[in-house]
């Protein structure tokens, strides 16, 4: 190095770096009863490595303002203390251990005590040595370091004196709340003492981690936790996650878009309510208390990192569902069936991705259809002929002509619908399973009797009116009588005739729709009713100006009752028929000069 | 019930449906609602909305109706809509235009003067015409009038209507890189690369295409800049089929270097084809026709809508191959007759699957 040239060493601004995480990095000053948790359970983790049948213990005292965390873990000697407490960002979990089992990975939990207190004091004996030592560390970035008289047992106490804000952190009932929400999985006793009294918290062992646990037990503390009373719960479990955990149903219909609460905790460590990207979608109808080993948090220590190990246990997770729901259908029909009204959208999401499931559940799943909610079991009991639509449009259409018909139509317009039928189509070739528009509808009607040209030259006269409309005429027999003429148009017939009236228009994207009719030669037809006794009068009507008005007339009828939209041209064909119609009617009735 | 009602039980069902194709399904229902009562006010927001969501899809079939739609009530009911309401939509619907390969050019050339008038008339600078004009020519591989349009753009002040700076940035750096300018790329990159400049598909975008651009030139980088992909991708639970492009590319690296999830992304990238728009199907086709040339056999889960799902989930991929090809070589051939290119988009594809 130039003689010229001086190094120097970067300052950090304590006082800013405390800002930095209590308004950045931690999203609530809770969190230092998280990290004190955190320290504690790592110490005792290192003395088990070397003591495996050694008891860990956490007692936490409170004195006013004053509140001390004394584990009886491994401890720290003076060299661990300068090097570990006083240098920011520097862990002390070392080595296999550190990467396996210890909570605490980046060093900077300690800091988040001065968030809620001026100073920590720490006071410790470590394992390996016959002294103890106080380490004192201030908000503006000062320590301490001090040989004291040896503690009567080796551990660490971690003395702090509440910020006058910060009070009511300090007071036993809320830090009982805190520790019980960031620590109820810790397998380690925990001791509430105040005025002499000793209030054991936590015993280690945590009903959903507990395989003796019977599901009574695990649903009663799903309502304790999530204060509500699940339909049913089953266990979870990932090896590559090394993951435990049970997974609860709601009882209720959820909205898909709704934040999905869960408890996510890390080496027995809460770490989260959200399981972003570690749960499947189709599970949105389960609250989860998960425990994981093997995934990673983020540096804030409040979401899981999406790597490989976790996408990994996704899968894993995604087949103890299909397990839980193929167990179930041997075992509790009643709880499935419950499940599936409930969360049928969910479990149809799942099927049609999953050919297993789709067959096992095939009869359980609900379709809407023209005649209400129906099972696709009940469905394929009931009719021989199965009709589905994947469009809207057209469902809602065919909906009102097939009643009549006594044809069962299934809505598949939405999502999974449409290739959960397609799939269930392919997989079952003994059933009639046919794809309907509202033309076939039409093709079914019976055919109109023809004894003269008298069909043809009506249709023909009524196809020149019609043409201006985008529609064509047709003439069937069908019931009821007393209905003039239908009105069908499939969704791509549709969809041209909008086009069609669009293109008139002088933007410049009216020339280009044409690009964006689906088919050619698909458009609307106006069906009449030869039953109809008003069609049959209508066919013979000679009178041209009559004919025009009174096709205009039946044409915009069958539009309101298809509820249809009526476009600003249609409506004036109609003004002007009905127009024409009070001209000629009050003719009769003029006086006569 | 009364319509406005109905209209409103419509739009929160949208709300709490996932996928955006089911969105526009109901939104067309509820628009229907609107045009059977004459309501133009629910007819244009409805259609707005309906835009929207389509965006979010590899598809534009709803749009472009409902968009001349809006520009007609608009038109007709002079004073009674802001254009400024739709005029963002406009530039969605001018790149539209041009990915569809049956409009004409001097049908797309009238949709770019008409929007740059709106543009004018409503007091905006040209850069969002300069914006879209500049993705204009990428699509024609005319790489100077692309930086033409570019440089043009900067001239001009930003406003609410032109393009996020990522995707400006994006812009820029892609062009470098396509012209094989490839550390002046990566420099010009640096305020995505650092996430400084983001949006909804930034950086993810500009990590894809690097990954894929650096990958072909044997370039170690490529990895880098895949596995930050791949966490853009992960951190942003789902993208939707908008990405498609960068998706394919993404894919064909994966392909390349055996990742375990590639067939899982390429299942799901294969739906999004389903009435996707022209030029989402030529990329598709066309990458993944490069990748299946050498064939073998696939378990793979895809949607029964797809004219080549087998039911028993057994693919060969030789075959799926020859249908890609044939799809990539047809529209490559629609387009260069479209954009005058004499086989450019033809030869791309020859390239590709050499």
Known sequence: MDENQKQYQFQVNMKGMIELLSEHIYSSPTVFIRELLQNGMDAVTMRKGIDSSFQGRI?????????????????????????FLSVIGQSSKRGDLADKDLIGKFGIGLLSCLVVSEAIVVETRSLYKEESVRWTGRADGTYEVEIIDLLPEVGTKVILKAKRSWRTLFRKEDVKENILFYGSALPIAVNLIENGETEQLLNGNPVWLDPESTKEDLLAYGKEVFKTRFLDVFRLESEAGELQGVAFIIPNKVNTTATKEHKIFLKRMYL?????????????????????????????????????????????????????????????????????????????????????????????????????????????????????????DDYRQIRRIAGSQKKLVINAAYSYETDLIDKIKRQRPDLSIEKIAPN??????????????????????????????????????????????????????LSSKNIQSLSTSSNPFASTLKHFKKQEEVIPTLCFNQQNELIEKVMVIDDKELFEALINVLYVQSLMLGGYTINKREMDTFNDALYQFMILGMSSFLPKF | MNYNLEIQKILLKVEQMEKFSDKVVALKEAIQLADQHNDIDWGFDLRLDLIRKERNTSKCEESFPAFAWILNASDTNADYFDESDFLWEYKWMFCSAYRNASISTEQIMQIGEDLKSRLVKNGYSLRAYYNVMTGYYLHLRDYAKAQEYIDLADGEVIDDMTNC???????????????????????????????KLTCYSMPFQTFCHFAYKLNKIGDERAELYFDKALEEYYAHDSYDSSVGYSMSQLICYMYEKKHPDTWEFFSRVCEWQIGAEDIHVYNFSKYMASMLKDGGTQALTLSSQLPYYRSDGIYDLFDLYTHFKQIAYSYADQFDRRNDLKGVYRKEVDEILQ
């Open chain 1, 440 to 493: 076939d509808i039409l093709q079914e009607f019976e055919a109109a009797i023809v004894k003269d040209d008298t069909i043809d030259e009506f249709v023909t006269r009524a196809n020149a009116i019609l043409k201006k409309h985008y529609c064509k005429a047709e003439v069937k027999r069908f019931e009821p009588k007393d209905t003039t003429a239908i009105y069908i148009a499939n969704e791509d017939a």
């Open chain 1, 59 to 83: 007692d936490v005292t409170f004195d006013g303002d004053q509140m001390t965390f004394q584990d009886n873990g491994i401890g720290l000697t003076q060299d661990d203390v300068h090097q």
């Open chain 2, 165 to 195: 700076p990522a995707c400006e940035l994006d812009t820029k750096v892609e062009v470098l890189m396509d012209t094989g300018r490839v550390e002046e790329s990566l420099v010009k990159a640096k305020d995505l690369i650092s996430k």
């Open chain 1, 272 to 392: 989260c309510d959200q399981a972003t990207n570690l749960l499947p979608e189709w599970t949105s109808f389960v609250r989860c208390i998960i425990n994981s080993n093997a995934l990673q948090p983020t540096a804030s220590r409040e979401s899981l990192m999406n790597n490989t190990v976790l996408q990994e246990t996704k899968k894993e997770l995604s087949d103890c569902f299909k397990n839980y729901l193929k167990t179930l259908s041997l075992t509790n029909i009643e709880v499935l069936e419950q499940i599936i009204t409930i969360h049928h959208m969910f479990i149809k999401s799942l099927a049609a991705s999953d050919t297993e499931i789709m067959n096992l559940f095939e009869d359980y799943l609900p379709f809407e259809t023209n005649q209400g909610m129906m099972s696709f079991g009940l469905i394929k009991e009931s009719y021989k002929n199965i009709y589905y639509t994947p469009s809207l």
